[in-house]
């Protein structure tokens, strides 16, 4: 589990890369490895959902259509508290 969490750690700002290229890539890649990783993303959940769901504001079409598949992805892995409440749970507690 530790291993996730690092490389995630790296792997998570790629997500979210100003290069549209590296962005979608990742999107790519990481609906790759969900299915391998699912299991053992409840540490970066949250974080990972927060930063694709980032990707739904991309004016690139690849890059919004590459992002609602990897969200599609994770909250079935996930499951649909993990996914959407934890998020949104945090943009509350900001306030």
Same mark, same amino acid.
């Given at each position: ?11 998570? %700002?790629?997500?979210?890369d100003?290069?549209?290229?590296v962005?979608?890539?990742s ?11 699912? %299991?053992?993303?409840a ?8 930063t ?11 890059i919004?259509?590459?992002a ?8 079935h ?6 996914a ?12």
């Amino acid at each position: 589990m530790m291993n996730c969490v690092q490389i995630f750690d790296r792997f998570v %700002p790629c997500l979210k890369d100003v290069n549209g290229k590296v962005t979608l890539m990742s999107l790519g890649v990481l609906c790759d490895i969900l299915p391998c990783v699912g %299991p053992h993303m409840a540490n970066v959940a949250s974080l990972t959902v927060s930063t694709v769901a980032a990707n739904l504001a991309s004016s690139n079409r690849e890059i919004h259509d590459a992002a609602s598949q990897a969200l599609d992805q994770l909250i079935h892995l996930v499951g649909m508290f993990s996914a959407v409440l934890l998020p949104t749970s945090q943009v509350f507690n900001a306030i």
